[in-house]
Every structure is written in structure tokens, then in C-alpha cells.
């Protein structure tokens, strides 16, 4: 159990997870530190409703962001498999912008852990802008995790 003894605070360790190949890397690279430093990790994603879909709906048109994301969380999390041994991971879904939902939940952590880059912006960027957001604005420490098939590794 990765929790700390009675009186002493938990170490924690946030990792942003959107499904992408990086995110994954980032996952995986904090589930090695938290194994490293006695931390739990919590993993959380976050979900919006794309600008263009928040006008009305068309009759019958259902779709299920919370759950799609629910989803990508579970798998990312389920990939890193026996490689979490003994390491306490928490998922948590939150609805709302990414790099605002990761400053809250990093508030108080010892570490914030993102990928270089997620599904949006240009694939040509070295930062994403939630990645970059977060690293400027991180109450803790950032830790940045490249993607190892993109980055030539």
C-alpha cells in the first residue's frame, strides 16, 4: 500500500491521461516513480463537450462523453497491468478544461506528470498546450514524458 504512516502526509502523484500514446508513456513513467517513492498515483482524465456541440441537440443524437472517457482511463490503466504492482492508482473523470482540471487535482501533490502531447493541436508541436499550461502554472513540480515511439526512441 502506497499510503503514508498515520500522521505523516500521503505522497501522490498525478498523471493526465487522455489515451494517447504519450499519456500512456506519462502513466507508466508515474507508476515507476510511485513505486519509487511509496506514492499513490492518480490518474485522471478530463472531458468537455466540444464547443461546436454545445448548441441544442437534434432529436435522438445521445453521446456519451463522461463514458468515452471513463473508458480511455480504464485502458490506459489496465495496460500498465502487473507493472503497477503494489501501486495504489486512482482513476478520477472530471468534466471540464484539461489543463485547469489537472491543476486542481495536482493541488497538493508532490508531482504532476503529463505527456508531451495529446489527440489535439498540431503533431509537429514538441509541447501541447495542456503540457505547457501546466508547467507554467503547477503549484508542484512537472514531470513531462515524450511519447517513446514518436520521439525516435
Do not use: Y
Request: proline residues 5%; aromatic residues 4%.
Amino acid at each position: 500500500m502506497a499510503t503514508a504512516p498515520s500522521g505523516d502526509r500521503e505522497h501522490r502523484i498525478v498523471v493526465g491521461v487522455d489515451g494517447s500514446a504519450a499519456s500512456k508513456a506519462a502513466l507508466a513513467w508515474a507508476v515507476g516513480e510511485a513505486r519509487r517513492s511509496d506514492a499513490v498515483v492518480d490518474a485522471v482524465i478530463a472531458w468537455e463537450i466540444p464547443l461546436a456541440l454545445r448548441t441544442p441537440w437534434p432529436p435522438g443524437l445521445s453521446i456519451d462523453f463522461r463514458g468515452a472517457a471513463a473508458s480511455a482511463l480504464a485502458q490506459a490503466v489496465a495496460e500498465i497491468g502487473d507493472t503497477a504492482d503494489h501501486v495504489e492508482i486512482r482513476s478520477e473523470v472530471v468534466q471540464g478544461n484539461p489543463a485547469e482540471v489537472l491543476l486542481d487535482a495536482s493541488a497538493g501533490a508532490d508531482l504532476l506528470v503529463v505527456g508531451n502531447r495529446g489527440h489535439g493541436g498540431f503533431a509537429q508541436a514538441l509541447l501541447g498546450s495542456v503540457g505547457q499550461h501546466c508547467v507554467h502554472h503547477a503549484a508542484c513540480p512537472v514531470v513531462v514524458v515524450r511519447d517513446p515511439v514518436t520521439s525516435g526512441r
